[in-house]
């Protein structure tokens, strides 16, 4: 009779094999295009990607929360959604005149307050996470539709200009965002009791359950951090577009595709922060790299749908093995 494969070697392989793929098209575009490893450059992709990041950081608490199978567990896919009605809020209070601070409070408000509906479809309506957030986010986008009358929104304030501008050492500000909000999610989502609680949630609920855990109020919290992230997205969305501008849609598929990689680059194929920010710097550099070698974009979609179908096939085997 033959041995069951080594599962834990099967999850070191795929992990080993996602970081080689890491450094391989760092070393392809390198060689392929000469400014690749300019530090402007580098500099430019981690502005670009800090948008995605802070959706894919929420996206991944959802995950979390919800066990990771994106089927049945946790999923939210109004963040993109949710990310354009943000922004359109905040643009739309700048242009009245109103001052960043009340423009801000509104746009984190919106934000929370899409998280909560999609908490309140998953935990107390009891509809499966997938077809509660798609619902929710074909709602979210026609009052963005509404609001903006399906048009650009222009705004300009010294905040939106602050960070949209370099900071220190001629580093952009969303850079430092990016850097900043990974180094704060990351351990609160790791480390902290709430975060370890919401793993146990997603992980072993029945488990959580019968330790006394209000399974039902972390989930839905996770819903809710998720759509603080979209509404903090929003405000460097508005910033590096100066204002608003329709098809905030167009991201989900490389948010979708950074939550899920990240459980690749994560100790024991499990979703972390770290891993969906491993995740978001691949696909900025693969996204960057296109481009200087003048590969059409629609290349890079094609890539996210095949790496989607490669972690979504290598994984779950994985965690039952692993959990």
Not at 137 to 150: C, R
Not at 151 to 168: E, I, K, M, Q, R
């Amino acid at each position: 009779m033959s041995k069951p494969p080594n599962r834990r070697g099967l999850a070191t392989a795929l992990r080993l094999g996602a970081y080689l793929a890491f450094a391989g098209i760092v070393v392809a575009f390198a060689l392929a295009a000469p400014g690749f490893l300019n530090p402007v450059n580098l500099l430019n992709v981690l502005q670009q990607s800090a948008i995605l990041a802070l959706l894919a950081f929420g996206l991944t608490v959802v995950v979390i929360g919800g066990g990771g199978d994106v089927v049945t567990g946790g999923i939210d896919l109004s963040v993109a959604a949710n990310l354009g009605l943000s922004a359109a809020i905040y643009a739309t209070t700048i242009q009245k005149g109103y001052p960043d601070a009340l423009a801000i409070a509104a746009c984190l408000a919106s934000g929370v307050a899409v998280g909560a509906v999609n908490a309140l479809a998953v935990t107390v309506l009891r509809i499966v996470p997938l077809l509660a957030t798609l619902a929710v986010a074909k709602i979210v986008s026609g009052l963005e539709f509404v609001l903006t009358q399906n048009s650009v929104v222009t705004a300009s304030s010294p905040f939106l200009s602050w960070l949209a501008d370099n900071g220190p050492l001629a580093v952009p500000v969303m850079a430092y965002a990016l850097i900043l909000t990974t180094l704060i999610a990351w351990p609160v989502a790791q480390a902290t009791p709430y975060g370890l609680r919401l793993q146990a949630v997603g992980a072993h609920r029945e488990a959580a359950r019968a330790a006394g855990l209000p399974v039902k109020a972390y989930v839905a919290a996770s819903y809710m951090v998720s759509g603080l992230f979209s509404a903090l997205a929003g405000v460097l969305s508005a910033a590096y577009l100066t204002g608003s501008s329709p098809g905030s849609a167009d991201i989900l598929l490389s948010v979708v595709v950074a939550a899920l990689l990240g459980v690749v680059f994560s100790p024991r194929l499990t979703p972390t922060i770290g891993g969906a920010a491993l995740a978001v710097l691949f696909i900025g550099l693969l996204n960057n790299g296109f481009q200087l070698v003048n590969i059409s974009s629609y290349w890079v979609s094609g890539v996210e749908g095949a790496l989607i179908l490669f972690v979504v096939a290598c994984t779950p085997s994985q965690r039952e093995a692993l959990s």
